[in-house]
């Protein structure tokens, strides 16, 4: 079992009373079942409280308190690392070392943000995503194709994976011979860092992995993002190389991991529920319901805000620099804004879930992930027999910003 992470001093305008022990990283609950544990924060923490560990932070888990702080960008930030805490840092790399990529716009906050967003909304608009789903449809079957003769898989690395993973990359203009390079960078990426410019040295690496890349598509422009982007002006002015790095590390790192983990908790959901795969079955128009009431039941994104100014919060002193994750998995699991929120009911009244966030840093990716999602639902009931998990072989996971799948092996006749 891994050691938990050290602990931090608690500072003195934080009470006892919400100090709750949670290591986002490597709680052993939430390396067991994420959304047990995260039901269990929800009932035994405070909703919104502070943990001593990981340098110490604040954890909001309660539905009211993430939707108002993710509303209120000026006192909660999005500039993690402001640029002069960032040139502070530069004596610390080596000599030639260059620009240093930040992940563009979602490390901004309004009007900034909206600025930089503005270019990739018609490219993951609803209409644009509705275009690729037959293309997405046909790579699923191919791979469920491949699978379906052994009887059995590990899901996530079967077809989880390179779904996604494989859509993106050609939107992007990537080589799909990367697949696996590429992946491992993610994990590197979403690691705990032990150092103050391990976060500085990771977007380094994405950024130099995707640099012949973004080179050789401002001569040679293809059908693809990076191309696009290219010809894009940003508030009047030209597209700069660092620009199209600091853009090519937000898309890579939230292409090629975040829908993944969508699609394991979801088929992972289907092989507990034999009955609720045969009703899908049935009636495989329900699967659109189906997916929204999985996505608020198994919601696993964890995204990190930077307290701006001293300020009183959901009753609790914050200071100005304290770091706030906001936990969603907790607030789509909230009593108090779901009815029996750990009972999957396709039927709820009340789904408006925060899965993919709220406020002005919504996922830009979710027209995409919801047509992923939805299709890998139909073609898995379409294409397989009933599946059910692995008795011998348990699902993985993975905590952090994300609460990943790692494996989900799963069986059919």
Known sequence: MNALSPTAPKPAHVSDAVVYDFDMFLDPGLLADPHERARELVSEAPPVFWTPRNGGHWMLTGFKENYDASRDTETFSSVLVPPEMIEMARPMLPPDFGH?????PINMDPPQHTIYRAPLQGVFSPRAMMARREEIRELANSLIDDVVEQGHCDFIASVAEPLPVKVFLKMLGLPLDRLSEFRVLVHEFLAPSSSQIDP??????VADAMKGDIEARRTDPRDDLLSLLWKTEIDGKPMTFE????FGVLLFIAGLDTVINGMGYGIRHLARNPDFQARLRDNPKLIVEAAEEILRRYTFTVPTRRV???????GQQMKENDRIMLF???ADLDPREFANPEVYDMERENNVHIAFGVG?????GSHLARIELQVIYEQMLARLPE???DPEQPA????GNILAMEALPIRWD
């Open 243 to 246: 620009l199209m790095e600091d």
């Open 200 to 205: 500085v040295l990771r977007m380094r690496k």
């Open 387 to 389: 599946f059910r998990l």
């Open 308 to 314: 701006t100014r001293d300020v009183e919060f959901a």
């Open 328 to 330: 969603l998995p907790g």
């Open 100 to 104: 240093i990529p930040l992940p563009t």
């Open 396 to 399: 993985r996971f993975r905590g």
């Open 360 to 364: 002005p840093h919504r996922c830009l």
